[in-house]
C-alpha cells in the first residue's frame, strides 16, 4: 500500500494529476482549491490545481488569470505575461489584466511591449495608477525621459500613494542631481509600502552619491531580499562590501549571483573584482576575462582586468585591453602609464618617451613618470615596471591625476572622497588650472551657487590674469542671476582671450536677454574666429540670424555646421525646417535623405521628413513612415495626427477621422487634431458635432485667426451669416488674402449684402486687378445680379490675362449667345477643346448650337443626361433641343416627369405653359 502511495505522488508531482481524489476533482473544484493556495501563499500548489484546471478547460479565463498571478508571485515574469495575455484574450476583465501585464511584461525585460498596452476605458483609478506607472519606468529604461516624468505624474494625480510612480520620479530627481527632492519622494514611497524593492535599490544609490557606502550596502541587500529578479541589487551590494573591505559580505552575494547563473557576467564580474582586491590576481584575470567574454564594453572590468594581466607581466593581452579603453578614454592616466610601462619592456623607448612626456606636460610632478622617463632615457628594461605600479600611493599621484581619481569617484556618486580628492588636487598644485575650473563647474552642475562662487572667486585671486578664471567666474554669476558683475567679468576675459568660447557665449546670452541681437551675433562671430568647428555656436548663430530676418546667412551658417566633421542633426533639422516654413518641401526631405546619419533613428528628423512629405503631396510615402513612426510609438497622438493627414490626402476620409478620433483620445490638447477634425465634420455636414469640438478648442492656446476660421465655417454652414461675417473679417484683416476675401465675400452674399458683397470685389479688384479667384466671383455676382454687360467685360478681362480659363470662355459664351452668336459659339468650343467631358461647357455648346446644328446639339445633350440623369436643368435643356428638332413627344415626356417630381429648378414655372403648348400643337 506504501509503495502504491509514493507511486501516486510521484504522478501528482510530475503530471500535476493526483492519484487520490485531487484527479476527481471538477474544473471548479481545481480553480478553488488553488484559490486557497494562493491566499495561504502557496502558490507552487496553486499551479498544481491551475494545471489540471487548464487541461479540462484551456480557454477558461479565469483559469489563465490566476495563473498569471501565481507565476508572477513565484518570480517567473514570462510565464506570467503569456497566461495574463491568453486571460485577456479568453475574455478576462482587461481593467484587472493590463496592470499585472504590464508588470510582468517590464520585469521580463520587454519594455516595448509594456508601452503598446493602453488603459481600458472603465478602468478604476488605482490600478490605472499602476498601469501608468509601469509604463513610466518602461519609458525611463528606454531613455524617454520627458514621456516617463509625464507618465510618472499621471500616475500619482490618479493615486498619490503609488510606490512605483513614486520611486520612478525620484529615479529621475537622482538622475537630475535634485538629491533632497528624491529623498522625499522615496520617504513617501516607504510609508506606502516599506516592502517595496525599487525604493529600497534607489535609496542605495542615493547613499552612494552621497558617499556613505555603509548606508548603500544595506539597502542593496534589502532590496536583493524584497525580490525575485534581483541580479542588479546583489551585484551593487557585492561591489560595495568589496569597496568597504567586507569580504566575506561579498563573497555571500557572489553566491548568490551563481546559484541565479554561475557563468552571468554579474558573478563573474564581482568574482574577479573581489580576486583583484584580494591581490588574487591570477584568478582575477580569469574571472574579469570571462565577464569580458560576456560583456566586452564594460569599462571597470576592462581595467581591472588590463591591471591584473599587467601585474601578472601577461603584457600582450594587457596592452590589447589598454588600447580598448584608451580608445574610448583617451585622457586615462593610469591606462596611459601602464601602456608607457609595457612599451618600455617591449624596448620600444621612443614611443614609451612620448606617451610619458604627454603624462608630464599635464601633470609635471607626478613621480610613476618621471621614473618611467629616467628609464626610458636610460633604455633600462631591468626594473620591475609592475611593483613600482603597484607600491603607487595617492601621495605620489600628481594634480592631474588626483584630478582625474576625484572626477572618477563623482561619477561613482561617490560624493564625499571625490570632492576630498578635487581638493588635494587643488592643494597638491595650485598652479594646475583644472583642478577650480572643474570644481566650480560642479557645484554649479549641482546648483550650489555659494560653494561655486567661493570657488570660482578663489581660482581667480590664484590666478588674476587668467582668462579661463575670469570665463569661470563669469560664468558663474550669469548662473546666479548676476548679469552685470557676469558682463564686466567676462569683457575683461576677452581683453585676455579675444576669441574665447565661453566668454562670447556668455556675452552672447547677455545680450539676447537684452534683445542685442546684433550683439549677440557678433559674439558668436568671435567665437567662431577662434573655434571654427563649434558645433553649438554655429547653430546658436543660426538662431539669431533667423530672429534677425537674415535668412540667408542663416543657411550658409547651418550648412557650415552641416560640413563639420563630426555630423549631427541639430542643423540638418533646423535647415530642413526652414525649407519646409519656406514653401520648399521637396528641399527638406532631400536635406534628409543625404544625410551623413541615419534619420530613421532619429523621431525628430522622421517627423520632418514625414511632415515634408506631405507638404509635397507625396502621401503614399508619408503614410509608410507615419506607420512606422505608430509602430514604434503607438501612443504617440502627433504620429497618429501625421497619419490622418497621409489618409486625408489619399482620400480615405474614413480612416482619417478614426486616426484624428484616436488622437484626441491619447492628447485632448492636440489643438491640430482637433482643427482638422473639426474641418472633416464639415465636410461630412455634421455641424452639431464640429461645434461641440470647436467648444472644446476655444479655451487652448490657439491662434485667434486659425479660431475665426473655423467660427467662420460653423456659422456660415450653420446659417448663422453675421457671426460668419465678423468672424470672416477678423480673418481678413490679420491675413489679407483672396482666398480669406472670398470667405468673406460669400458671407456677406448669403445674409443678402449684395451691394457690400460687390463693393469688396471692386475694392479687392482696384488693388489687385490681375487676381483670377477674385475676377471669376465677381463675373459670377454680375450675373447673378443681372449686370450682364459688366460681367461681360469682366470676363473679357479674364480672359485677356488667362486665355484658357474655363470659367470665363463658358460664361462669356453664355452671356453673347443673344448680342454675338458666332463669338459666343468660339468660346464655347475652345472651352469644349479644353474640358471635353465637362458637362457644364457641353450643355453650354449644345444650347447654342440647338438652332444651327441640332443634331450635334441633341448628341450632346444626351451625353450630358446620361452622367447626370436627375439633373433638372439638364433635363429641360434636352427637352428645349428635343422641341427644336422636332421630337415633341420625347421633349413632353421629360417636361411632364419634371413638373411631376417636385424638385426646384430656375426654369420650372415654364414647364406647365410649354407642356399645354406642345399638348395643343399636337392637337
Not at 576575462?289 to 601585474?311: D, E, K, M, R, W
Not at 621614473?371 to 609592475?386: S, V, Y
Not at 476655444?698 to 491662434?703: H, L, S, V
Request: with cysteine; charged share 20%; aromatic share 8%.
Amino acid at each position: 500500500m506504501r509503495k502504491i502511495n509514493m507511486l501516486c505522488i510521484a504522478v501528482l508531482l510530475v503530471l500535476s494529476a493526483g492519484c487520490d481524489s485531487s484527479g476527481q476533482l471538477s474544473p471548479t473544484q481545481h480553480i478553488d482549491q488553488a484559490k486557497t493556495s494562493i491566499a495561504q501563499k502557496d502558490f507552487s500548489t496553486a499551479l498544481v490545481y491551475l494545471k489540471n484546471a487548464a487541461l479540462s478547460t484551456p480557454k477558461n479565463p479565469e483559469v489563465r488569470w490566476l495563473m498569471g498571478t501565481a507565476y508572477f508571485a513565484t518570480g517567473d515574469s514570462a510565464a506570467a505575461a503569456k497566461e495574463l495575455t491568453l486571460a485577456g484574450q479568453y475574455g478576462y476583465p482587461l481593467t484587472d489584466v493590463q496592470p499585472l501585464l504590464a508588470k510582468a511584461l517590464f520585469e521580463n525585460r520587454q519594455p516595448e511591449k509594456v508601452l503598446k498596452l493602453t488603459a481600458p476605458i472603465a478602468i478604476a483609478d488605482v490600478p490605472k495608477a499602476s498601469l501608468l506607472a509601469t509604463k513610466g519606468w518602461a519609458y525611463l529604461v528606454t531613455d524617454k525621459i520627458q514621456a516617463s516624468e509625464q507618465m510618472f505624474s499621471d500616475s500619482l494625480a490618479l493615486n498619490d500613494k503609488d510606490s512605483d510612480a513614486l520611486s520612478g520620479i525620484g529615479a529621475l530627481r537622482l538622475i537630475q542631481g535634485q538629491l533632497q527632492e528624491a529623498k522625499e519622494l522615496l520617504a513617501r514611497s516607504f510609508e506606502t509600502n516599506p516592502l517595496h524593492h525599487l525604493t529600497w535599490r534607489l535609496s542605495g544609490d542615493i547613499a552612494q552619491r552621497e558617499g556613505d557606502v555603509k548606508t548603500a550596502q544595506t539597502a542593496y541587500l534589502r532590496a536583493s531580499e524584497l525580490h525575485h529578479d534581483n541580479v542588479i541589487d546583489l551585484l551593487n551590494f557585492t561591489t560595495t562590501s568589496i569597496s568597504l573591505g567586507e569580504f566575506d559580505s561579498a563573497k555571500n552575494g557572489i553566491k548568490q549571483l551563481k546559484q541565479r547563473a554561475s557563468n552571468s557576467f554579474a558573478a563573474n564580474y564581482t568574482q574577479g573584482l573581489l580576486d583583484f582586491h584580494q591581490k588574487n590576481y591570477e584568478s582575477a584575470r580569469t574571472n574579469l576575462s570571462a565577464a569580458l567574454g560576456i560583456n566586452p564594453n564594460y569599462a571597470p572590468a576592462q581595467f581591472y582586468a588590463a591591471t591584473s594581466y599587467f601585474v601578472l607581466k601577461e603584457n600582450e593581452q594587457a596592452h590589447t585591453l589598454l588600447s580598448k579603453i584608451l580608445a574610448s578614454a583617451p585622457q586615462n592616466m593610469a591606462a596611459l602609464k601602464m601602456l608607457a610601462a609595457i612599451k618600455l619592456q617591449y624596448g620600444e623607448f621612443a614611443k614609451a618617451e612620448k606617451i610619458i612626456q604627454g603624462l608630464l606636460s599635464r601633470s609635471p610632478e607626478d613621480t610613476f613618470s618621471l621614473l618611467l622617463l629616467e628609464k626610458a632615457l636610460d633604455r633600462d628594461t631591468d626594473f620591475d615596471t609592475q611593483q613600482a605600479f603597484l607600491t603607487q600611493t595617492p601621495n605620489d599621484l600628481s594634480a592631474s591625476e588626483l584630478l582625474q581619481q576625484g572626477l572618477q569617484l563623482l561619477a561613482d556618486g561617490k560624493i564625499t572622497s571625490g570632492l576630498s580628492m578635487l581638493e588635494k588636487s587643488r592643494n597638491t598644485d595650485p598652479s594646475f588650472e583644472e583642478t577650480p575650473y572643474r570644481l566650480a563647474l560642479y557645484h554649479l552642475s549641482n546648483k550650489n551657487y555659494d560653494e561655486a562662487l567661493k570657488t570660482a572667486q578663489q581660482y581667480l585671486d590664484a590666478h588674476p590674469t587668467s582668462a579661463q578664471a575670469l570665463v569661470t567666474l563669469g560664468s558663474v554669476y550669469l548662473s546666479g542671476g548676476h548679469f552685470d558683475e557676469a558682463k564686466t567679468t567676462l569683457l575683461s576675459a576677452l581683453k585676455i582671450s579675444p576669441n574665447d568660447l565661453s566668454a562670447n557665449s556668455g556675452l552672447a546670452a547677455l545680450a539676447l536677454g537684452a534683445r542685442d541681437l546684433e550683439g549677440a551675433k557678433n559674439h558668436y562671430l568671435n567665437a567662431l574666429k577662434g573655434n571654427p568647428g563649434s558645433l553649438v555656436t554655429l547653430i546658436n548663430l543660426s538662431r539669431v540670424q533667423s530672429l534677425q530676418g537674415l535668412s540667408m546667412d542663416m543657411v550658409k551658417t547651418l550648412e557650415r555646421a552641416i560640413e563639420l566633421e563630426n555630423p549631427s542633426w541639430q542643423p540638418y533639422l533646423a535647415l530642413g525646417r526652414f525649407h519646409l516654413n519656406s514653401g520648399a518641401p521637396k528641399k527638406a526631405t532631400l536635406l534628409i535623405e543625404k544625410a551623413r546619419l541615419p534619420y530613421r533613428n532619429n523621431p525628430q528628423a522622421l517627423i520632418l521628413f514625414t511632415e515634408s512629405l506631405l507638404a509635397d503631396k507625396q502621401f503614399n510615402r508619408a503614410l509608410r513612415y507615419t506607420e512606422e513612426l505608430i509602430k514604434n510609438n503607438p501612443t504617440n497622438s502627433h504620429y497618429l495626427f501625421l497619419s490622418s493627414k497621409a489618409y486625408a490626402g489619399l482620400k480615405q476620409q474614413e480612416i482619417q477621422e478614426s486616426r484624428l478620433i484616436e488622437a484626441l483620445k491619447l492628447n485632448p490638447n492636440h489643438i491640430s487634431a482637433r482643427a482638422n477634425y473639426i474641418e472633416l465634420l464639415l465636410r461630412k455636414h455634421d455641424i452639431e458635432n464640429a461645434k461641440k469640438q470647436f467648444s472644446l478648442l476655444k479655451d487652448k492656446k490657439i491662434n485667434p485667426l486659425d479660431l475665426d476660421k473655423l467660427e467662420g465655417q460653423i456659422s456660415h454652414m450653420s446659417g448663422d451669416y453675421p457671426t460668419a461675417i465678423l468672424a470672416y473679417k477678423n480673418v481678413f484683416n490679420g491675413e489679407e488674402t483672396n482666398i480669406h476675401l472670398l470667405w468673406l465675400e460669400e458671407a456677406l452674399w448669403s445674409n443678402g449684402d449684395f451691394k457690400k458683397s460687390l463693393l469688396l470685389l471692386q475694392e479687392w479688384l482696384n488693388e489687385y486687378p490681375e487676381d483670377q479667384l477674385a475676377l471669376q466671383q465677381y463675373g459670377s455676382r454680375l450675373i447673378t445680379s443681372k449686370q450682364n454687360i459688366q460681367a461681360a467685360d469682366t470676363y473679357n478681362k479674364l480672359l485677356s490675362l488667362h486665355p484658357s480659363n474655363l470659367l470665363a470662355l463658358n460664361n462669356l459664351a453664355w452671356l453673347l449667345r443673344d448680342t454675338d452668336l458666332n463669338q459666343a459659339l468660339i468660346h464655347a468650343e475652345k472651352a469644349y477643346s479644353l474640358a471635353p467631358t465637362n458637362v457644364d461647357i457641353m450643355d453650354t455648346l449644345a444650347l447654342l448650337l440647338k438652332d444651327i446644328q441640332p443634331a450635334r446639339s441633341l448628341n450632346l445633350i444626351t451625353e450630358v443626361v446620361e452622367k447626370q440623369p436627375r439633373n433638372p436643368s439638364y433635363l429641360y435643356h434636352k427637352a428645349l433641343i428635343l422641341i427644336q428638332s422636332g421630337d415633341q413627344n420625347r421633349a413632353r415626356d421629360i417636361l411632364q416627369t419634371l413638373q411631376n417630381n417636385g424638385r426646384d429648378f430656375p426654369e420650372k414655372n415654364t414647364i406647365s405653359q410649354m407642356i399645354k403648348g406642345l399638348t395643343n400643337s399636337k392637337i
